[in-house]
């Protein structure tokens, strides 16, 4: 299928770039590993934080992996900026290039690197001691969360990028969403110790959907048919947010 | 047989009207230039022949495909060269060809051979496997032309093909041009602010202004066009607005501009008429450091149509 090769070249294309920068590979390595051992730190203390996991680290390593995939995702619009700015974009749509692929590559490049920190982190956990109680399928579920909860912002991300086409205003954008809907959700901390009101907004936070279904799989090992919802909402918030980019794509088209 | 047809290109920037009904053709294995300044229309021309955008009225052809119906039959028969280089600077040139092979439908040992091939054309071969990052600005226009010829188009788009490189590398690209022509069996539509360029390169050339065609014909019919002789007198500062008022009062003198230092004007006989023009000059106290006399060059044409010097319009619409 066309849309499907012009996306797998394209990601190909950002991945090959991003292996070129020694730096960056190492920042996106190093990255998950400090958050893992210092919130680890951090929190270990305090025993109520953790729900029914075994040691803080436990705990968190589920909610470490989503949250470096969705911040992954709020960032993934920069690449998109920085296309439109060296008039790659331009060149691509004076071929026969998919315009959908276009969009969804910096989509799918969100996931993919998303996956490739997941992994990390998963190793790291290992060596601290962290068992995954889903077993294979546990792990399978941690990595479809972070993949799809990337995407997820990814996509509005990349409509972010299109519509404001500057980075300053982009970055600002990144941080205005990234930042609350870390703390509306139970990345750091169990749902329960969280204040009314805030467990009931997290409920609507896909970031939280994600933390959920990764941690039912790691933490507790079961009620896989709330981690098949979760997982399900983030497939249909992802198609939406992707829509919604593509939608803001033809608006830049429209401007050429 | 036509490679490019535009007829009555309208298209309208909220209040800019950029294109304002362009009419033209471009004959197959043709070099055609669309000479104008900035936001003259002939960038919006080749967006809009390119497929980059609709025209909001008018219709055009390239490679007998229409350009709002049949945008992809149109997009495989193009090479475009933006104005702007849109290669990936990351990546490789030869990264860069093997995708833009990849999208334009090509592939396996076609697209290897056709890639080497075209690094040899362009002459990037030693620096076919290092990122375009490091490359000058020469060897990236060139990378920028061979990204338009991957797929063997028929038709080549040359946006502003040298601007920004300098006089060197300028000359050095106007040959290449000419070759490629050659070579690749392709008609070329060329936009720039270089009348130099369009005189040098173009067997035909159309003058936009204010998002119409003005004149068009072979720059030689174009100057030929003109009578008479061009004259270009420099002097010194702060003299040129009176000087232009006496010699427009001149009998005989037509088309008298300023620009800077420099007065020109186009008269019958330039022998006959400079002695006139230098006394009525003197006789007001204007200094004059030189004076020549010339056949009419495409600036002369380029005033003659427009009634205007050479230099940038409403940039807006660019």
Known sequence: ?256 | MDAIVAEGLEKRYGKVQALAGVTFSVRGGEIFGLLGPNGAGESTTVRVLTTLTKPDAGRAFVADHDVVREPNRVRRSIGYVPQESGVDREATGRENLMLQGRIQGMSGADLRARVDELLELVGIVEAADRVVRGYSGGMKRRLDIALGLVHRPSVLFLDEPTTGLDPEARAAMWVEVQRLADQERLTILLTTHYLEEADRLAERVAIVSRGAIVAEGRPEELKRGLRGEAVTLELEDGQAGEAERIVRALVGAEETSVDGRMLRTRVPNGAQAIPGILSALEGRGIRVTSVMAHRPSLDDVYLHYTGRAFVDEDEAAA
């Open chain 1, 1 to 256: 299928m066309r849309v499907a090769a012009h996306t797998w070249w394209m990601v190909g294309r950002q991945l090959r770039n991003l292996m070129r920068q020694p730096i960056w590979i190492a920042l996106l390595l190093i990255q998950p590993m400090i958050w893992l051992l210092l919130y680890g730190q951090l929190f270990s203390r305090v025993p109520t934080l953790r729900g029914g996991a075994s040691t803080y680290v436990e705990f968190l390593l589920p909610g470490i992996v989503v949250m470096n995939a969705f911040f992954g995702g709020t960032w993934a619009g920069m690449a998109m900026i920085t296309d439109l700015d060296r008039h790659v974009v331009d060149r691509f749509l004076a071929t026969p290039a998919s315009r959908l692929a276009i969009v969804l590559s910096q989509v799918v490049r969100a996931g993919v690197i998303a996956l490739t920190q997941a992994t990390v982190i998963l190793l790291v956990g290992f060596a601290l001691g962290v068992h995954v109680h889903g077993g294979a399928l546990g792990v399978v579920v941690l990595f479809a969360a972070a993949f799809l909860v990337a995407m997820v912002f990814a996509g509005i991300s990349n409509a972010i990028a299109l519509l404001v086409r500057r980075e300053a205003t982009m970055i600002a954008a990144a941080n205005f969403v990234g930042l609350p809907l870390m703390f509306l959700s139970s990345i750091l901390i169990t749902q329960r110790v969280m204040p009314h009101w805030m467990q009931v907004v997290s409920r609507f936070n896909p970031v939280n959907w994600a933390v959920h279904a990764s941690r039912d799989a790691v933490v507790r090992g079961g009620n896989w048919g709330s981690v098949g919802i979760h997982l399900l909402l983030l497939v249909g918030v992802t198609l939406v947010t992707a829509s919604f980019a593509t939608w803001t794509f033809r608006s830049y088209q429209r401007t050429l």
